[in-house]
Structure formats: C-alpha cells, structure tokens
C-alpha cells in the first residue's frame, strides 16, 4: 500500500475527513469540524518519518499510540503543538478511537476526570440563579433586575465545564465562578467545573473513546433534558392513537395514517397535541443506540400563527423522528433517553430505500405509500447533520440505497434568488455524502412536498418521487432551471427548525 494511502485510510479510520493531499502533505478535519479550511496536518518525510497537528489545536491533538510530543510547530505569531510517529507504526483499523483536540481544561492523560453534563447544568444553572439571575423561558438564557430581556447566556460542554457571558459585557459573578477566555467576538466570559460546583466525578479513562462525532460540535450538543424526556415518556405511554380527522392528518387533499405516533392523554397541557419523538445520535459516540432529545408539537388548531413548534427544552442538531414505529424505540429506552437503535431496525422496511426528508407529514407520506422507511430532519438545516450520521455510522448500509428528498422550494425573490434553503442545503448533504437526491416533478408547484404529490397522485406518485432520486451531478444538469441559479444565490438566515 503507498505510503500517502495507508495515511489517508488510518485517518478515515479515526473518523476524519480528508480535504487535500498533496506531495508529502495531507490536510484533514477533526471529526465534527465545520471550518472552511481544514486545520488539520499530517506530512510524510523521505524516511517515512510523520508529523501530525492541528492549527486550531491549542492544547495539540490526543492520538494515543504510536504518537508522541514532537515539539511545537510556529503558525505565523502563534504554534501549535505537534505529534511525530512513523509509517510503519500506524495500524489502519476501524476500530480505533477518533482523533481529538485535547481539552482545554485537562491534568494528566489518565486521570482525567468525568462530570455528568446534566448535574453541571442543573447545578450551574443553581448557582446563576442563587447569584440573581432569573430563568427566561429560552433554555439556558437569563435575566436581571434591569432588564427584562435575556442578557445572560449558559453553556455546559461535554466534558463537564459551564460557561456563562453577558450579552452586555457586563457579567460579574461570585465565587466559585471564575474569569475564563474571551468569546471570539470580544465577550468577557466567567466559567466552572464540576469539582468547582462540588461535584462527585468518575474517572474518564476511557473518554478518548468517546469524542464528538462528525455531524455535531461542542457548541452544539447540550445535555438531553431529562425533565422533558421523562414528561415525553409518561406521556407517550398513557397516550392515545390520533383521532382521524387530526388537522396534520387531513391537510393538502391527503389522509395520512396518524397510528405510528400519539396524543398527549387526556389532563396533560398539551391534550390533543400529537406527539413525535426526537431521536439524536448517542452524544458519547455510540454507534448502536440513539438518544431520546426533545418532541415535536403537532397542534389540533393554529396558535401564536403556527401549528407545530419543539417542546421547550428540545435538542436539535442532527434530531430526527423515525418513521415507521418510533414507538419500537420509546419502549426500549433505558436510563431515560437512550435506546438500541436495532429497536427500529427491527421494524424498518430494509428492502425499501431509508429516505430523508424535512416534516414529519412528509415522512409519513413517504413511509406509508411504501417508498421506504424515513428519518424526518425537521428541518432543512438539520438534514447534512442527519445525513453524515447516517453515512458515518454504515446505517446507510443496511439499506438498499439512501435518498435525500427535498421540497419543491424554487420560490425566487424580486432579484431571481430562491428564497428558501431546503434544495441548496439538500444539494449539498447529496454531494458530501454520496446518496442520491429527489426533487419533486417539475410541473410541481412552488413548495410541493412527499404529501402533496400523495394527495394529488396517491401512493404510486410518491413513489415514484422516491424512485426518480439521482446522483447530486447528475440532477444539477437534469433540473438546471433550479441549479443554475445557485451559485448566484445568497440565501437569507431562515429559522433553525420548522415551526
């Protein structure tokens, strides 16, 4: 094996993404790194000798064996810190635990210690309140007496550390907070760790194991909210089957089977809301089970001009709903969020192709005419976030093919831009992953989904929807009316998640 493809292959096995080779160089991104320009390094000497980095690694990179400190590496006024080996020592398998920066805040390699996420955020979220601060209805923002807007914001990390800053710069907190690192646009920050907030913590020798896959960041993955979860759990097991004529079940000319979710049960706030459970992948890392992180309201009227909205406390990057039966998941969960994902493999049509789409009404569009099973991102900014997961994982081979299925979003604004994101953002998960694409027929109308061609056509429409899906290039000359014009196209910022 050349000596630049065994490289490529050991850092595709620790979950990397290559960007570039080049002579004796190969750039690479970190799993769940998004930046634009890879930071990461890994060159070959005429000896075979190698020298790893990450320009964004403050701290250096932790690799395990058969890497060792090499020194610092100058970046410009800066250095990072880098790690040598040699060609033969590296063992490409695809086993091994994924390459990571190392922690900020860190002593000793093996005595690493773990807090829960969940208890520092109960217990931060004490100790701002005990300093004055009042909780907003926004998860993890704050008030104060002079304003009755949020101007405190709150952020738990993985590894058990909560920061906490000031819309207005102005955050002063007591003891135990402390002074930490400026945000990236100027912002004072204050931080605590667990052992700060005097919690008790397990060992973390096996956390190199456990690093951020590739569809999420640090940032990004709260802490499932256990409160909701249990409240979600209760729920659904009381629950009742949707009445049929539900107003999500009888929209768009097309009656869609509500059976495979619920309704809150009678006496709850929410009595006749439908319920979807959100699925996430296991945070930690586990490829074999996913995480319970929210649900989706689907409301029997229009309130506050919609008629769905994430229950408060919801997680949502890289969430889905699962279609057919998310009840096969929500009666496996153990510990109150995580369940084996084989639950639901175990009733997916896998001779069908897995789908991705955006709504749930969609999903239950597609899964129910019999074009394959579905994961609903919720979103279309949710959907690369899906997609690598489903890539990365190998769920994606347990499939006869995965599609990615867009709406007919091709509405334009007075300039000749589209208006919406959802094709772009499709587009681009289909290139990064591979999976094909499907956009509705062109003589659709401007917004036509999987439930609208099922009301207009039946099942047979949506499945050919499904069945006319292509590789991402080969759409792009198919629908040029519609990609074109993408490169011209500067989209405007839409809301995270559908509402």
């Keep these: 094996m050349a000596p630049l493809q065994k490289i490529e292959?050991?850092?595709?096995?620790?979950?990397c993404e290559i960007h570039k080779v080049k002579d004796h160089l190969v750039e690479f991104r970190l799993p769940g790194e998004t930046s634009r320009t890879p930071?990461?390094?890994?060159?070959?000497?005429?000896?075979?000798?190698?020298?790893?980095?990450?320009r964004y690694a403050e701290k250096g990179l932790a690799a395990g064996e058969p890497w060792y400190a090499a020194g610092d590496i100058p970046l410009g006024d800066k250095s990072t810190p880098s790690l040598s080996a040699?060609?033969?020592?590296?063992?490409?398998?695809?086993?091994?635990?994924?390459?990571?920066?190392?922690?900020?805040?860190?002593?000793?390699?093996?005595?690493?210690?773990?807090y829960d996420p969940e208890q520092v955020w109960r217990a931060a979220d004490a100790s701002l309140q005990a300093a004055g601060l009042i909780a907003s209805r926004l998860h993890g923002r704050y008030c104060d007496g002079s304003d009755q807007k949020p101007v405190y914001k709150l952020l738990v990390s993985n590894d058990g550390v909560a920061t906490a800053f000031s819309f207005r710069n102005d955050i002063d907190l007591p003891a135990p907070w402390r002074e930490g690192r400026q945000t990236s646009d100027g912002k004072k920050t204050m931080f605590v760790t667990g052992q700060d907030l005097g919690l008790d913590a397990d060992l973390a020798l096996l956390r190199s194991s456990l690093v951020l896959p590739r569809w999420a960041t640090a940032a990004e993955l709260h802490p499932a909210d256990l409160d909701?979860?249990?409240?979600?759990?209760?729920?659904?097991?009381?629950a009742e089957h949707p009445p049929t004529d539900h107003r999500h079940l009888v929209k768009s000319n097309a009656v869609l089977d509500g059976s495979d979710l619920r309704v809150y049960p009678r006496g709850h706030r929410f009595a006749g809301?439908?319920?979807?459970?959100?699925?996430?992948?296991?945070?930690?890392?586990?490829r074999d089970t996913v995480e319970l992180c929210g649900v989706h309201?689907?409301?029997?009227?229009?309130?506050?001009?919609t008629d769905k909205i994430m229950a408060k406390g919801s997680r949502t990057i890289g969430a889905f709903v699962p279609l057919p039966a998310p009840d096969s998941l929500m009666k496996a969960i153990?510990?109150?969020?995580?369940?084996?994902?084989?639950?639901?493999?175990?009733?997916?049509?896998?001779?069908?192709?897995?789908?991705?789409?955006?709504?749930v009404a969609t999903g239950l569009a597609i899964q129910q005419s019999g074009a394959g099973s579905t994961l609903c991102a919720l979103s279309s900014n949710n959907v690369m976030a899906v997609a690598k997961w489903v890539k990365e994982t190998g769920l994606s081979d347990l499939f006869p093919s995965v599609v990615i299925a867009t709406d007919h979003d091709i509405g334009h604004d007075a300039a000749g831009r589209l208006k919406s994101n959802a094709i772009p953002h499709a587009l681009e998960a289909a290139k990064v992953t591979g999976f094909a694409l499907a956009v509705p027929p062109a003589a659709s109308q401007v917004g036509t989904d999987a439930r609208d061609l099922l009301g207009q056509g039946g099942p047979q429409a949506v499945r050919d929807f499904i069945a006319s899906a292509a590789p991402a290039a080969d759409l792009e000359k198919a629908r040029a009316e519609i990609f074109l014009l993408l490169k011209e196209t500067h989209l405007p910022k839409e809301p995270e998640f559908e509402r």
């Excluded at 309201?297 to 001009?305: G, K, Q, S, T, Y």
């Excluded at 969020?337 to 639950?343: E, G, M, R, T, V």
């Excluded at 493999?345 to 789409?357: E, Q, T």
Aim: hydrophobic fraction near 45%; aromatic fraction near 8%; glycine fraction near 8%.
């Design 228 to 238: 909701l979860n249990r409240d979600t759990i209760e729920s659904w097991m009381a």
């Design 86 to 114: 040699h060609i033969d020592q590296l063992t490409v398998t695809h086993d091994l635990a994924a390459l990571a920066k190392v922690p900020k805040f860190s002593s000793l390699p093996g005595q690493l210690r773990f």
């Design 334 to 359: 153990v510990g109150g969020a995580l369940a084996p994902l084989q639950a639901w493999l175990s009733v997916a049509d896998r001779s069908k192709p897995l789908v991705i789409c955006e709504g």
């Design 273 to 286: 809301t439908m319920m979807a459970p959100m699925f996430r992948p296991d945070p930690m890392g586990g």
């Design 297 to 305: 309201h689907l409301m029997p009227i229009v309130a506050f001009c």
């Design 39 to 54: 930071g990461g390094r890994l060159s070959l000497a005429r000896d075979g000798s190698l020298k790893m980095w990450h």
């Design 9 to 15: 292959n050991y850092l595709i096995a620790r979950g």
